[in-house]
Nanobody, 118 residues
Framework: QVQLVESGGGLVQAGGSLRLSCAAS????????MGWYRQAPGKQRELVAT???????TYADSVKGRFTISRDNAKNTVSLQMNSLKPEDTAVYYC????????????WGQGTQVTVSS
């Protein structure tokens, strides 16, 4: 089993920044890639960004140039630096980790609320 715990959410004004972190514990030896999803009220959960252990990243078009995902393999953490935040970024942000080679085996964190005021 793998446990993912997010932190760093909160309330910020439009144009501000927040940094989310996700700490992984348990059987994490093959958790790759890791990523962030978000779910706004009344909307489906959507992919925000992913990162492999080698540092390859992907981003949703809506956050490119504003968000940066990073990973510390030694500390088993993944972070999401969010800059130039917009009200439409308001959502619950979830950390997700996939078991390497098993795309249908993945784990979720409990989520952290990000609220961007206009």
């Amino acid at each position: 089993q793998v446990q993912l715990v997010e932190s760093g959410g909160g309330l910020v004004q439009a144009g501000g920044s927040l940094r989310l972190s996700c700490a992984a514990s348990g059987s994490i030896f093959s958790i790759n890639p890791m990523g962030w999803y978000r779910q706004a009220p009344g909307k489906q959960r959507e992919l925000v960004a992913t990162i492999t252990s080698g540092g390859t990243t992907t981003y949703a078009d809506s956050v490119k140039g504003r968000f940066t995902i990073s990973r510390d393999n030694a500390k088993n953490t993944v972070s999401l630096q969010m800059n130039s935040l917009k009200p439409e970024d308001t959502a619950v942000y979830y950390c997700r980790g996939w078991r390497a080679g098993r795309p249908t085996e993945y784990y979720w964190g409990q989520g952290t609320q990000v609220t961007v005021s206009s």
